[in-house]
C-alpha cells in the first residue's frame, strides 16, 4: 500500500510526508518484529524495511506498538485511547481559560467557547463509547456516563461559573445549558446524550460504505472496497464477538425506533425491515435532529420531575427557543445582534434560573419599597415598572414593516393607510383603541378574501 501510494501520488500531487506516517505493528507496547523473524514469517524483512523507509521521525525509524491517530480518532489500546481523550481535554480547558483571561466580551467568549472549544471534542464521543467496557455501558442510550463525560461537564461547569462569576453551577441550568437550542437551551454539546447516536452513526456509516461501496460527488457509480475490508461487515448483526458490533445492535433498534415513526413497537421487537431502513439511509443530519429532539424531550421531562419550586414553575418561559437564539445562535456580524456585557449577563442567569444574589439580604430594595428577588421575578410582577416602553418599540416596529408590504401587496394603497392605535374602529366605542396598529383593507382585495369572509379592517 506505501509503495503503490508513493509510486502513483507524486503525480496526483500527493506526497507522503515520512515523519507524519506511521506503522502500528501491537496494541500491547511488544515489538513483533523479533518474534516474526523467530517464526521465519514472510513479513519478517519486508515489515522493518517499510518501518525504516516510511515511518520516521527526524530520520530515525519509529515503530508503532500502543496506537496511533486517525484523523484526530485514537486507534489502539483501550489506556492509549483513554489517555489519549484526557490530552485533548485537557487542551480544551486550557483553551476555555484562555479565552476567559484575554477577552473582555461575554458574549463573544462565550459563543467561542460553544463553537470552538467544545465542538473540537465531539469527534471523540464515539472513541468513548468503543473505549468503554461493556458492564458500564448504559441501559438507555441519552445517559452515558464515563470520565470522558465527567471531564466534559467540569469544562462546561467551570468556564460558566468563572464567566459570569458565580459560586456554583446548578444541576438545572446545567441541563439546559446543554439543551439543544430548539428545545429552548443554549446549545453546548456534552457526550450524555450524544456519545452513543455518534458511535451508531459512525458504524452505520462502515456497514454502508462496506455493503454499498463509498459514492463520490460526480462519480457515476460507487468505489468498492476491496474484500479484506468488507468481510469484516459480512455479519455484523450477528457477530457476538466484536464489541463494536454487539454494542451497535444493542443500541441500535431503540434509535432506529425513533428515526422511522415506530415507537409504538418496543425496540426488542423492532422488525429487521425497519432497523435496515435506518442503516441504510444516508439522511444524517435529518436523523441526527430527530434523535436531537427526542434527547432534548427526555432531559426537559427530567427537569419537570426534579427541578425544585422555584424553578419548576418558570421553566415554560426559560425553554422558549426564542430566548436562546438572540444569546448564542444569531449572526454577530449584524452590530445589533451584539450585546453588552450586563445585557448577556442578565439574560444568561434568567435563562439558567441561576441567582443574582448570594442572599436575601444582598437583595436591594425596589421603588415600590419591596425586597427584589434573586432571581428577579419581582420586576415582572411589580407597578413601578410597565411594559409600556417595549410594548410601543414593538408596535412601531411591526407597523414599520406592514407599512412596507402592506402596499406592495395591493392589501392598501399607500404606506400612510397603516396607522397605531387609530379611535373609531368600533362603532360603539369610538374612543377605544383597539388595534396596536390598523390599515383599511383594499375592497377589490377584501372580495377575494377565502371563504366568505369579507374583511374591511386588520388591526
Not at 469544562?155 to 461559573?161: A, G, K, L
Not at 450524544?194 to 459514492?215: L, R, W
Not at 454494542?247 to 434509535?255: C, E, G, I, K, Q
Not at 452590530?335 to 439574560?347: G, H, I, L, V, Y
Amino acid at each position: 500500500l506505501l509503495e503503490t501510494f508513493a509510486e502513483i501520488g507524486p503525480e496526483l500531487g500527493a506526497v507522503m510526508n515520512t515523519d507524519k506516517t506511521r506503522i502500528l505493528t501491537a496494541t500491547n507496547n511488544t515489538s513483533i518484529l523479533q518474534r516474526l523473524q523467530d517464526e521465519a514469517h514472510p513479513a519478517a524483512s519486508s515489515l522493518p524495511q517499510a518501518i525504516n523507509q516510511y515511518s520516521r521521525n527526524k530520520g530515525t525509524p519509529v515503530e508503532v506498538t500502543d496506537g496511533l491517530r486517525i484523523l484526530g480518532v485514537p486507534i489502539g489500546s483501550k489506556e492509549f485511547c483513554n489517555n489519549f481523550h484526557m490530552s485533548k481535554l485537557q487542551e480544551a480547558e486550557a483553551d476555555a481559560v484562555c479565552i476567559q483571561q484575554n477577552l473582555t466580551d461575554k458574549q463573544t467568549k462565550t459563543r467561542l467557547f460553544k463553537t470552538c472549544t467544545l465542538h473540537k471534542i465531539t469527534h471523540l464521543f464515539a472513541s468513548d463509547v468503543v473505549n468503554t467496557d461493556e458492564s458500564l455501558l448504559p441501559d438507555d442510550w441519552y445517559n452515558w456516563k464515563s470520565p470522558l463525560a465527567d471531564k466534559f461537564s467540569t469544562i462546561i461547569s467551570t468556564f460558566m461559573t468563572g464567566t459570569f462569576s458565580i459560586e456554583s453551577f446548578p444541576a438545572h441550568s446545567f441541563t439546559i445549558a446543554t439543551l439543544p437550542i430548539s428545545s429552548g437551551g443554549l446549545g453546548f454539546q456534552h457526550p450524555r446524550a450524544a456519545a452513543i447516536p455518534s458511535f451508531i452513526n459512525t458504524v452505520k456509516q462502515s456497514i454502508n460504505y462496506a455493503v454499498d461501496g463509498i459514492h463520490l460527488p460526480y462519480q457515476p457509480s460507487a468505489i468498492i472496497l476491496p474484500s479484506s475490508i468488507t468481510s469484516l461487515y459480512e455479519e455484523w448483526d450477528s457477530n457476538s464477538t466484536s464489541k463494536t458490533f454487539t454494542t451497535f445492535n444493542r443500541y441500535v433498534p431503540h434509535l432506529a425506533s425513533i428515526c422511522t415513526d415506530d415507537c409504538s413497537t418496543p425496540p426488542d421487537s423492532l422488525p429487521p425491515e425497519t432497523i435496515n431502513k435506518f442503516i441504510s439511509s444516508r439522511s444524517t443530519s435529518f436523523y441526527r435532529d430527530i434523535i436531537n429532539s427526542f434527547a432534548g424531550s427526555v432531559a426537559i421531562h427530567g427537569l419537570y420531575t426534579s427541578a425544585d419550586a422555584s424553578v419548576l414553575h418558570a421553566l415554560p418561559s426559560l425553554l422558549n427557543a426564542l430566548s436562546s437564539y438572540p444569546l448564542i445562535a444569531m449572526s454577530r456580524i449584524d452590530s445589533k445582534n451584539r450585546m453588552d456585557n450586563q445585557s448577556f449577563t442578565t439574560a444568561t442567569l434568567r435563562k439558567l434560573r441561576i441567582p443574582f444574589f448570594r442572599s436575601v439580604d444582598d437583595a436591594p430594595i425596589c421603588f415600590c419599597g419591596h425586597k427584589i428577588d434573586c432571581h428577579l421575578d419581582h420586576f415582572f410582577k411589580c407597578g413601578d415598572f410597565k411594559k409600556a416602553t417595549m410594548s410601543n418599540k414593538i408596535r412601531d416596529g411591526t407597523m414599520k414593516v406592514f407599512q412596507r408590504i402592506a402596499p406592495l401587496a395591493q392589501y392598501c394603497k399607500s404606506k400612510h393607510d397603516v396607522d397605531t392605535e387609530r379611535t373609531g374602529v368600533v362603532a360603539k366605542m369610538k374612543h377605544k383603541r383597539p388595534f396596536d396598529w390598523y390599515f383599511l383593507v383594499n375592497h377589490h382585495v377584501a372580495s377575494k378574501l377565502s371563504n366568505s369572509t369579507y374583511l374591511s379592517e386588520i388591526g
